[in-house]
């Protein structure tokens, strides 16, 4: 392909139609993605493309790599993850997985995160293959990022294990088409804390489970605290220190029961360069300084942690060349830094370069009525096809 490409304000015929096939694919995280992964693994199989799958291990989730051409330079990946969270108790004002478009707007889960990012992928493949480019593209789809970048992780391991070594990488979650060199890191942890029950009226021959776990909660909103005030700002991000909180948590039986069990989950938003570990391991040293008050009453009491989920930050520079590449890409000469976490993070610490940039907006992300605007999908395939101008540079890699 020989033209320059330009944005236009609506995407065309066939990623439209792409889009609609992959938002009624109901992939919410605690479902199977297959029925997308085999029908992505089919169609591109109709243009001679082989997919390599990775499942999880109930099989019923899977990523897909797959490698369009096979130039002499090492490739660039464009990916995503196909799970979308859940709908549930959201008023949706049409069928979300249904693909709607009104005023401009296609609106279904998932159309800003992610899919209409990949479906742009898929539906240009006839022009990548045709385009002979002098390195190689590669997919690669991914499960469950919605609850913690889990099968990506699996997806580089396989990449690394067969001695593929991509030159750079672009993630394309919802960016408003601005390449983002820089998020947080994500961690998910769960403490579950045992004591003792007994009769309410009888508080001092029980152990309140309940009780010990909020004062390690409260320690831990202490410690964000600490973060907030001490913390050098980066004001590149929306809030500019490392943030924890406390969103999930369950105990007790009944008002009059001094509750046996309870238990908490809570997460970091750390920024680059932050010792998560020694986060971690700060929160469950304050957590050992309560046993001896709790096993005076009772021996077998515990309070126990578990490290759910973690997706390390991303932190690139702009003089790399896969950012001035996603700038040249995106006819966007500045760059972002966001609070989110991405996989971006995990491929970056593989060793393979990545920006995060992709269509529409995260403040759409996982609300109802979840919508990407169609001029935003035009920039992307704009984006996309400028892969295959004359002169446009692919990073070398290593």
């Not at 989730?61 to 709908?87: C, E, M, Q, R, W």
């Not at 489970?209 to 929306?238: H, K, N």
């Not at 680059?272 to 040293?285: F, N, T």
Request: proline share 6%; with cysteine.
């Amino acid at each position: 392909m020989n033209t320059l490409h330009t944005p236009a304000l609506t995407p065309s015929a066939d990623v439209m139609a792409m889009i609609e096939r992959l938002i009624a694919f109901p992939t919410v995280s605690r479902d199977s993605n297959l029925g997308l992964i085999e029908w992505t693994r089919d169609y591109l199989a109709g243009f001679g493309v082989k997919s390599r799958l990775t499942y999880d291990a109930s099989g019923k989730k899977a990523n897909l790599f797959a490698t369009l051409g096979a130039g002499p330079k090492p490739g660039l990946i464009l990916s995503g993850h196909t799970d979308v969270v859940p709908v549930e108790g959201q008023a949706w004002d049409s069928d979300p997985f249904k693909a709607t478009i009104k005023d401009g707007l296609l609106y279904g889960r998932g159309s800003a995160d992610m899919k209409s990012y990949i479906a742009t992928a898929l539906a240009l493949t006839p022009q990548f293959l045709a385009a002979r480019m002098d390195a190689p593209l590669h997919f690669a789809l991914s499960y469950d990022e919605e609850v913690g970048c889990i099968g990506v992780q699996g997806l580089i391991k396989d990449l690394q294990e067969l001695g593929l070594r991509p030159a750079a990488c672009i993630v394309g979650e919802p960016t408003s088409m601005q390449p983002i060199i820089a998020h947080k890191g994500t961690h998910r942890f769960r403490c579950c804390v045992r004591g003792r029950e007994a009769h309410s009226s009888y508080t001092t021959m029980g152990v309140n489970s309940i009780e010990y776990a909020a004062r390690v909660i409260v320690y831990i909103r202490q410690m964000a605290d600490r973060f907030a005030q001490l913390e050098t700002r980066d004001y590149g991000f929306t809030v500019p220190y490392t943030t924890m909180q406390t969103g999930l948590i369950h105990g007790g039986l009944a008002a009059n029961i001094v509750p046996k069990d309870c238990r908490f989950e809570f997460e970091a938003r750390t920024m680059p360069g932050i010792d998560v570990e020694r986060l971690y391991q700060e929160i469950q040293d304050f957590a050992a300084t309560l046993l001896p008050e709790m096993r005076k009453v009772e021996p077998n009491a515990a309070i126990d942690f578990e490290w759910l989920a973690s997706a390390p930050g991303l932190n690139m520079q702009e003089s790399d060349d896969v950012v001035q590449l996603a700038k040249a890409l995106a006819r966007n000469k500045s760059h972002g830094s966001v609070s989110y976490g991405t996989e971006a993070g995990l491929f970056q610490r593989a060793g393979i370069p990545t920006v995060v940039c992709g269509p529409g907006s995260i403040e759409q992300a996982h609300r109802p009525n979840e919508f990407v605007a169609l001029e935003q999908v035009a920039q992307c395939e704009a984006f996309m096809l400028r892969l295959m101008d004359p002169g446009m540079q692919l990073p070398a890699g290593k």
